[in-house]
């Protein structure tokens, strides 16, 4: 019985056994920690990549799309709430070393690894691409566990962030403003036949060809319109839409008639007593004026007008013809004679040019008239007023073309929202390489191409401190007053409180409901804001000192003027303000109706209408004054749209944090 006994004792098995597991059950607790500690330090790193792309943000936010964007103050940020500073924040755990841990912007790879290799980041530096990409990493993190010295640190541990800049798409407590876009979707030019009640003679769609001297230029150069010239005088009329037509009258469209001109002359006939003398080839040239025949330079000019004449047969020597004659060009009300240009009588026809004339800003078409002498004529002349006398020399005088303009010249105005030529800065009439072909021959056909250059400076964002002011004109003709808020009754307590209803943009071609009662009727957030009419005078002064001031009658100045800081400004300024951005021509018309919002826009406010801060820019009467800027918002609502934030364009950007 003993011996069985002693047979089945298994002391010395569980002996063995626990001598074969105790390494491991030893090991099992080290390895537990050293996962525990692998994984605190990578969740650890994650946060300090997200901190450093977030806070690079609020950096880039003060000044992504001005000149001033510092891409070495973006990366120090970064790197600065990254924990590779020893001066900085959000070290690793532990103790780590910040030399342990390593920091990469927008690079492709991870520190000191040739994969995995990361063909998403914009590897352009923040102010260009408006991304920060960080990629950290913390080499040779000590490990507890190192069996038969095989593993003693893990040799990298990656962390990943990307911050990237979306279009902000919806928007709440904005001003009650609306700023039509200073660029149309469609131009269409027209060839009018002024002599015959404005006979259409031609059109064509301009496409446009990008940009030139800080204007948008539009042109018909790839397919120049075939003209007949059958008449003598030729207008051109331009239609800009922000809509879907181009038709005079629709809405959202405008049109400018007379900006250019053409003249068409006959070659046919004598101007030989007793014809009166003909007006053959009459054309303008660059006095001061940079283009003679259209200006919108907010400035005075000068022109000079040259005539080709036919009084009859020259002398011999090409001398004045033997007429007595003299000539006065008219441009509009001043008068200035022309001088014959000794030694260009050739046959026929002799050459005349005035001094320079003067030609006012702002003073829309400008016609060029003409009128003749002949004080040595050899006979009455047909249809002149050649006095009583009965007997030659005979001193005869009239006007050439009866009187009608035998040439144009257009002076604009610089005025946002004027009436005489709008946005349009330049016009010019071109064939094929020549420019002003303003005067023709009749009976010929020419492949004429019209180009418009627009202006793009109207609500640009500002690049620096001494940008350009722009005027917001709040109320008055083509006001740019909304009613964006059911809920309050004026136009003091919009600019005061702010739209409280949530918008959002479309696109421009958009459709929005009849009338503004449908419109609040319908689910927020609404596409469309409606048009507001009406008189309120005063209510711009008492709303924006509410809005920043906080008193509706504020007499001293609480939040002063801080546009010298830009690009540097403080987010919580009540001077940053939203305004609606609606399509070109959304306030030609008057009357009610809404627009679509096709985007959104940061304005600083500057100045207003009797603003109590002795550091304001003056303004005038209901008028708003100040800077659009590329405003970054650093933390992300739900506002942000999935269009990639354009520094180049107006509108407002929000941070988002995308991987």
């Known amino acids: ?214 204007l948008s230029i539009w042109d018909n150069a790839a397919d120049p319109l075939a003209l007949p010239v059958n008449t003598s005088r030729i207008g051109v009329r331009v239609a800009l839409s922000g809509g879907s037509t181009t038709n005079c009258g629709d809405r959202f469209v ?84 022309l001088t014959f240009q000794t030694g260009s009588c050739n046959g026929s026809t002799s050459q005349w040019a005035s001094a320079p004339v003067s030609v006012a800003s702002a003073a829309g078409p400008v016609p060029v008239t003409l009128d003749w002498r002949e004080a040595n004529a050899p006979q009455k002349i047909t249809g002149a007023n050649c006095g009583n006398k009965k007997s030659a020399p005979f001193d005869c005088s009239g006007q050439f073309e009866g009187g009608q303009p035998v040439q144009r010249t257009f002076s604009g105005s610089t005025a946002q929202g004027n009436s005489l030529n709008g946005p349009i800065r330049m016009a010019q009439l071109w064939e094929g390489n020549s420019v002003w072909v303003n005067s023709v021959a009749r009976g010929t056909t020419h492949g004429v191409s019209v180009k418009i250059g627009l202006s793009q400076s109207l609500i640009q964002d500002a690049s620096a401190p001494s940008s350009p002011l722009v005027h917001l004109a709040v109320l008055g003709n083509q006001g740019q007053k909304v009613d964006c808020d059911p809920a309050l009754s004026n136009l003091e307590d919009e600019l005061g409180q702010g739209c409280a209803p949530d918008y959002e943009r479309i696109s421009p071609s958009g459709q929005c409901p009849a009338t503004s009662t449908i419109l609040w009727g319908s689910p927020q957030p609404w596409q469309c804001v409606a048009i507001s009419t009406g008189n309120a005078t005063g209510q711009v002064r008492h709303g924006m000192n509410y809005r920043i001031q906080g008193n509706r009658n504020a007499n001293s100045c609480v939040s002063p003027n801080h546009w010298s800081d830009f690009p540097h400004l403080n987010p919580g300024d009540p001077r940053l303000v939203n305004v609606f951005l609606t399509p070109f021509g959304s306030f030609n018309a008057t009357g009610s109706g809404t627009v679509p919002i096709t985007d959104f826009a940061t304005f600083y406010v500057s100045g207003y209408d009797q603003s109590p801060c002795s550091g304001d820019d003056p303004a005038g009467q209901d008028e708003i004054v100040g800077h659009f800027i590329k405003y970054v918002e650093t933390l992300n609502d739900g506002d942000a749209g999935t269009q990639p934030c354009d520094k180049n364009e107006l509108g407002a950007c929000v941070a988002v944090l995308t991987q």
């Open 254 to 337: 405008s049109c400018f008639d007379q900006e250019l001109f053409m003249r068409g002359y006959s070659t046919s006939g004598s101007g030989a007593p007793p014809n009166p003398p003909q007006a053959r080839n009459v054309y303008l040239s660059q006095g001061t004026c940079a283009d003679p025949y259209f200006q919108a330079s907010g400035t005075s000019c000068t022109v000079v007008v040259h005539a080709d004449l036919d009084f009859g047969p020259c002398a011999a020597n090409h001398q004045l013809p033997s007429v007595g004659a003299s000539i006065t060009a008219h441009v509009g009300a001043t008068g200035a004679p």
């Open 1 to 214: 019985m003993g011996e069985a006994f002693l047979m089945r004792e298994e002391h010395g098995a569980v002996m063995v056994t626990v001598i074969l597991w105790l390494p491991l059950v030893v090991l099992l607790p080290i390895f537990v920690i050293d996962v525990g500690n692998w994984f605190g330090h990578h969740r650890h790193l994650q946060t300090q990549a997200d901190a450093a792309a977030l806070a690079a943000a609020g950096n880039l936010a003060t000044s992504f799309g001005a000149a001033a964007c510092d891409n070495g103050a973006v990366e120090q940020t970064a790197r600065d709430y990254s924990g590779t500073e020893s001066g900085g924040y959000n070290h690793q755990l532990g103790g780590t070393s910040p030399q342990d841990v390593h920091f990469e912007l927008n690079s492709r790879t991870y520190y000191n690894q040739a994969s995995p290799v990361d063909d998403t980041v914009d590897t352009a530096s923040p102010c260009q691409s408006g991304m920060i990409d960080v990629k950290l990493t913390e080499t040779d993190l000590p490990l507890f566990f190192r069996a038969a010295s095989l593993f003693t640190s893990v040799p990298f541990i990656n962390s990943h962030a990307r911050v990237e800049l979306f279009q902000k798409n919806r928007f709440a407590d904005s001003l009650p403003i609306a700023v039509p876009d200073p660029q149309p979707n469609k131009v269409k030019i027209t060839f009018l036949d002024e002599a015959n009640g404005n006979a259409v003679l031609g059109t064509r769609d301009l496409a446009r060809d990008g940009t030139s001297n800080g």
